[in-house]
């Protein structure tokens, strides 16, 4: 029985410098929000345009897509160069490439679909 009277009050409550008392009749919920905090909206994001939800401007949108050379393009192009020395292969190749998604009415980064 003492051990669970520990649990529900604990003895040692001692304040501490970071600890600021307040009477309880000054004591309140505070709900913060950041204004441009993106909305928690499960993305499925893939190689090509994809329709979505922004998460930053809630509109109902199909994203535009760049393409973005990443370390396996360019290992790819060094082997391609010691095989049939054509490197330039896999940088004129999208599916070689990693797809960065944009909001086209906000222009805000959405997501990468890694290949």
């Given at each position: 029985?003492?051990?669970?009277?520990?649990?529900?009050?604990?003895?040692?409550?001692e304040?501490?410098?970071?600890?600021?008392?307040?009477?309880?009749?000054?004591?309140?919920?505070?709900?913060?929000?950041?204004?441009?905090?993106?909305?928690?909206?499960?993305?499925l994001?893939?190689?090509?345009?994809?329709?979505?939800?922004?998460?930053?401007?809630?509109?109902?949108?199909?994203?535009?897509?760049?393409?973005?050379?990443?370390?396996?393009?360019?290992?790819?192009?060094?082997?391609?160069?010691?095989?049939?020395?054509?490197?330039?292969?896999?940088?004129?190749?999208?599916?070689?490439?990693?797809?960065?998604?944009?909001?086209?009415?906000?222009?805000?980064?959405?997501?990468?679909?890694?290949?």
């Open positions: 029985m003492s051990q669970d009277s520990e649990l529900l009050y604990p003895r040692n409550l304040p501490t410098k970071d600890m600021e008392i307040l009477p309880m009749s000054q004591k309140s919920a505070i709900t913060v929000s950041a204004p441009n905090a993106p909305k928690a909206v499960p993305l994001l893939g190689p090509d345009n994809t329709v979505t939800i922004c998460p930053f401007c809630s509109s109902n949108i199909k994203t535009s897509v760049k393409f973005r050379s990443t370390t396996r393009t360019h290992i790819t192009a060094a082997l391609c160069c010691l095989i049939c020395c054509c490197c330039c292969i896999p940088y004129c190749l999208d599916s070689a490439k990693n797809t960065d998604h944009y909001c086209p009415s906000c222009s805000n980064y959405i997501g990468t679909y890694e290949k």
